[in-house]
């Protein structure tokens, strides 16, 4: 198993995580995944990136200060967290997970989801 593998299967083991994923910033193609095999994964991680990277976009041009950290989205019974891994003008990687918020605290998941993050590379 590659470390990089390995490194998702600690994201894995967050309560409530279901599938995970890294993806990249550029093309929105998935470079490893993790947890439930879903058929939608590829348009999944193409529109994540493609919401990155307008977000992105919108911070260059606009007032905003700062470089764009995480994208979450939450609804009744999911919460989606994307954070940036790398990033360099429009290049980088993306961790994504998928999270049941039935099985977990949204505010927990997202505070060891970014405290795994700094290191998934490293591995």
Not at 4 to 10: F, G, I, Q
Not at 22 to 32: E, N, Q, S, W, Y
Not at 96 to 121: C, F, K
């Amino acid at each position: 198993m590659s470390s990089l593998n390995a490194s998702l299967d600690l994201v894995l083991d967050i309560a409530g995580v279901e599938m995970t994923a890294l993806i990249d910033f550029a093309t929105g193609m998935v470079v490893a995944s993790a947890g439930e095999n879903s058929p939608v994964l590829p348009a999944v991680a193409a529109t994540v990136a493609y919401e990155a990277r307008s977000a992105v976009e919108t911070y260059e041009q606009g007032t905003s200060r700062g470089e764009l950290d995480e994208i979450s989205v939450t609804t009744a019974r999911r919460f989606q967290l994307m954070k940036v891994l790398e990033y360099q003008r429009g290049e980088g990687l993306l961790l994504y997970a998928d999270v049941d918020l039935s099985r977990t605290n949204m505010a927990l998941a997202a505070l060891q989801i970014e405290q795994l993050s700094s290191g998934l590379l490293a591995r």
